[in-house]
């Protein structure tokens, strides 16, 4: 085809594959942040929500001796799971909280780093790995229904464009045998 479009048909054709194509990379990742695994079942948000409250309550009695990290780790939640609405909103906030869970993730480790080791009730790795397994289950928590939302729309996005899809490389196929 040397990559060149002579007809109205083909040129539909392409496009809708093009952006079927692109669309479905975005429908992956959302489907990944809705669902458990590639065929797993959908999750809900008591579901998340429940993983990082036993995860805060795990983490709690390993941080009752550091109160520098644990402030850090409530003034994340708290600002991780204050309401949002929107879309757009939703998206900025997931970009915030990507930045944020790193930034405190640095300031727990200096602290870590900083506290004596006969004050900690595990080893500084222990609890580093405990602090980001709960940050990550808080920001998935916060993120949670903003990916819910975004699903939706690429499903009502994606199905009818998927479906012009097949119409025109149809009409494509049958055009170009018959002509």
Do not use: K
């Amino acid at each position: 085809a040397n990559f060149e479009v002579h007809s109205m048909n083909a040129a539909v054709a392409l496009a809708a594959m093009l952006i079927v194509a692109g669309s479905g990379f975005i429908g992956r990742f959302a489907y990944s942040r809705v669902h458990l695994g590639l065929f797993g079942q959908r999750e809900t948000l008591r579901d998340v929500t429940g993983r990082a409250d036993e995860s805060r309550s795990a983490l709690h009695a390993a941080l009752r001796s550091l109160p520098g990290v644990e402030a850090c780790v409530r003034d994340f939640e708290r600002i991780a799971l204050a309401p949002q609405a929107g879309v757009l909103a939703g998206a900025w906030r997931a970009l915030d909280l990507a930045r944020r869970t790193r930034s405190v993730q640095a300031r727990a480790r200096a602290l870590l780093r900083a506290a004596p080791a006969a004050s900690l009730p595990t080893g500084p790795e222990a609890i580093a790995r405990a602090l980001r397994a709960h940050l990550g289950l808080v920001r998935r928590v916060a993120e949670f229904g903003f990916y819910e939302s975004v699903f939706a729309l690429w499903h009502a996005f994606h199905v009818p464009l998927a479906a012009i899809l097949f119409l025109a490389a149809a009409i494509h196929v049958v055009a170009v045998h018959l002509y």
